[in-house]
C-alpha cells in the first residue's frame, strides 16, 4: 500500500467547492477523519472566507437533548450502562470465531483495559481507535474544531441543520437499554473485519487529504466505518424510547433520526442562504460531497453551479 509514511506539519487540506446562484456564492470545505496524528491545519484560507462571509452553513447532525438539570439527575441511571445485560461476558454474546480474532487483534493493538464484561459495541469502539493510534491516526476531528473557534471568532450568523429529538422520559429510556441487547453483532464484527485494508486506505485517505488531492481521495472507496455501529445504537434508541413513552412516538423518532431528514434540513438551509447572501461558509464531510447520493450533486441538480477544487 501506498502512504505508508503519514505527511506531518502545516497541512491545508483540499480546496473549496463554489456554488453559486448568480452572484451569491456558497463555499463547501470537505472535512474527514482520521487524519495524520502530527498533522497541523493550516487554516488561512477559511479565516479569509469568513471574513467575508455573512453566514456559517453547519454540517448536518441530529441528536437527543434533556435539558441540564435533567442529564444531571440522569447519571445514577448511566452508571453500568456500557456492560452486557445479566453480568453476561464478551465470549458469550459475540460469535466464537469473531471473539477468538478480536483477541488475537487486542492483544496486538488493544489497551490494557479489561473490557470483557462491556457491550460487543463499546469493545469493539475501544479497538478500533486503538488501531487507529497504532497507524498514527488521530482519533478526534481536530479540524472541525479549529473550524468552529474560527466561526465562533468571526462572529457571524451560524445556520444549523440539526434534528433534535427531545426525549419524554430518559431516564425509563435509559433503564430499557440497560435491561435490553442492543443488536450490535454486525458492528462487533465489521469492526474486527476492517482492521486490516480499511485502515490501510484510511492512512492512503488521510494523507490525500492532508495534501489537498482530491484524485487520490476520488480513486479510495470503502464503507462507512460507524454505519454498522450507528445503526445498532439509533435502532436500539429507538426502540427503548417508544418502549418507555408510547407507540406513536416510534413513528417520530424513526422520522427525526433519519439521514433524510438531515438531509432535507441541510439543503433548505443551503438554499435560503444562497437566496440572501453573497457569501456563505459550509463545513461538510467529504461522504456529502464526493459519494453518490451527495448534497453537492443535489444543489446541482437544482440548477445551482457546481465548481470543484482543482
Same mark, same amino acid.
Given at each position: 500500500m501506498q502512504d505508508r509514511v503519514l505527511v506531518v506539519g502545516q497541512r491545508p487540506g483540499p480546496g473549496l467547492w463554489k456554488i453559486s446562484k448568480g452572484d451569491n456564492v456558497l463555499l463547501v470545505f470537505g472535512t474527514y477523519a482520521p487524519l495524520p496524528a502530527n498533522m497541523q491545519w493550516r487554516s488561512q484560507q477559511v479565516e479569509s472566507i469568513l471574513a467575508? *462571509?455573512?453566514?456559517?452553513?453547519?454540517?448536518? &447532525?441530529?441528536?437527543?437533548?434533556? $435539558? %441540564? @438539570?435533567? $442529564?444531571?439527575?440522569?447519571?445514577?441511571?448511566?452508571? $453500568?450502562? /456500557?456492560?452486557?445485560?445479566?453480568?453476561? %461476558? @464478551?465470549?458469550? #454474546?459475540?460469535p466464537a470465531d469473531v471473539y477468538?480474532?478480536?483477541?488475537?487483534?487486542?492483544?496486538? !493493538?488493544?489497551?490494557?483495559?479489561?473490557? +470483557?464484561? +462491556?457491550?460487543? !459495541?463499546?469493545?469493539? $469502539? /475501544? @479497538? !478500533?481507535?486503538? /488501531?487507529?493510534?497504532?497507524?498514527?491516526?488521530?482519533? &478526534?476531528? +481536530?479540524? %472541525? /474544531? *479549529?473550524? +468552529?473557534? @474560527?466561526?465562533?471568532? &468571526?462572529?457571524?450568523?451560524? %445556520?444549523? &441543520?440539526? #434534528?433534535?429529538l427531545e426525549l419524554k422520559d430518559p431516564a425509563k429510556t435509559i433503564k430499557q437499554l440497560k435491561k435490553g441487547a442492543i443488536d450490535d453483532i454486525a458492528c462487533f464484527t465489521k469492526t474486527i473485519e476492517r482492521m486490516g485494508a480499511d485502515i490501510d486506505a484510511m492512512r492512503v485517505r488521510a494523507n490525500a487529504w492532508a495534501k489537498g488531492d482530491l484524485a487520490v481521495i476520488r480513486t479510495l472507496s470503502y464503507a462507512d466505518n460507524n454505519a454498522a455501529c450507528s445503526t445498532a445504537m439509533a435502532n436500539s434508541v429507538a426502540c427503548s424510547t417508544a418502549m418507555a413513552n408510547s407507540a406513536a412516538l416510534q413513528d417520530a423518532i424513526a422520522e427525526q433520526e433519519s439521514e433524510k431528514r438531515m438531509r432535507k434540513l441541510w439543503l433548505e438551509a443551503a438554499e435560503k442562504a444562497l437566496a440572501t447572501n453573497a457569501s456563505t461558509f459550509a463545513a461538510l464531510k467529504l461522504k456529502y460531497i464526493l459519494e453518490g447520493n451527495d448534497l453537492v450533486a443535489a444543489l446541482q441538480a437544482k440548477g445551482y453551479k457546481v465548481e470543484a477544487p482543482e
Open positions: 467575508q *462571509s455573512q453566514e456559517y452553513l453547519a454540517p448536518p &447532525s441530529a441528536g437527543a437533548t434533556v $435539558g %441540564m @438539570l435533567r $442529564g444531571l439527575t440522569l447519571r445514577p441511571h448511566i452508571i $453500568g450502562f /456500557r456492560k452486557n445485560p445479566d453480568g453476561a %461476558m @464478551l465470549r458469550d #454474546v459475540v477468538a480474532r478480536w483477541r488475537v487483534l487486542k492483544a496486538k !493493538y488493544g489497551n490494557k483495559d479489561d473490557v +470483557e464484561s +462491556e457491550r460487543p !459495541y463499546f469493545a469493539a $469502539g /475501544r @479497538l !478500533y481507535d486503538a /488501531r487507529l493510534q497504532h497507524a498514527g491516526l488521530s482519533t &478526534s476531528d +481536530e479540524v %472541525m /474544531r *479549529s473550524i +468552529e473557534k @474560527l466561526v465562533k471568532a &468571526s462572529k457571524i450568523k451560524v %445556520m444549523h &441543520s440539526h #434534528v433534535k
